[in-house]
């Protein structure tokens, strides 16, 4: 079976928000190579509304000369993408799917479908509804040393949600990657 895995930039104090702001000036090639191999270890990705807009707005138009990782702009442009929304009818960004009725059989069904992992970017209310039915299977939390003191935190409106540590990955940066699973 396949794994939902969630993927979040964090500051220390747990602001999710606008990460392009606070993250690049901890990018390093230790940082863009785990990047590439996480996503490289997925063959979907899984977005809300949001997160679909704001990527579908950059992407389709990067490559890796505009500083990605090798490989990473052409995989993230190419790959299946599964796009949870309401309100959206049309997806432009090449191979998206608009999920249509109830998302969480929908994303039951990918995860018995055959491949490498579903990655998710950003925890929005996707990502707590999912993790509530059971079907996230980790969360990787990337720590950046800055703290904002504002905006939208990354559980804000989660129910208590007990996680266990997998792993931890320290970037000469100073990011941390929390790898946690949820658990029921």
């Known amino acids: 079976m396949r794994k939902v895995i969630v993927s979040v930039f964090v500051t220390l104090d747990g602001v999710q928000d606008d990460p392009h702001e606070w993250s690049l000036g901890h990018w390093t090639d230790e940082y863009s190579g785990y990047a590439r191999d996480q996503l490289f270890a997925a063959d979907a990705l899984l977005m809300g509304r949001v997160t679909y807009e704001g990527f579908a707005g950059s992407w389709p138009t990067m490559t890796d000369e505009d500083g990605a990782p090798e490989g990473f702009a052409d995989r993230i442009n190419t790959m299946p993408k599964y796009v949870a929304s309401t309100t959206l009818r049309e997806l432009d960004w090449t191979n ?38 059971g079907l996230v299977d980790e969360i990787r939390l990337w720590v950046h040393p800055v703290v904002l003191g504002r905006g939208e935190h990354v559980f804000a409106g989660w129910d208590e949600t007990p996680m266990r540590l997998l792993r931890t990955r320290t970037f000469a940066s100073g990011v941390v990657v929390l790898a946690h699973e949820p658990q029921s």
Request: proline share 3%; glycine share 16%.
């Open 96 to 133: 998206s799917h608009l999920i249509e009725g109830d998302v969480v059989d929908a994303v039951r069904d990918l995860r018995h479908q055959p491949g490498g992992d579903i990655l998710m970017y950003g925890c929005g209310g996707l990502a707590r509804l999912l993790t509530r039915r």
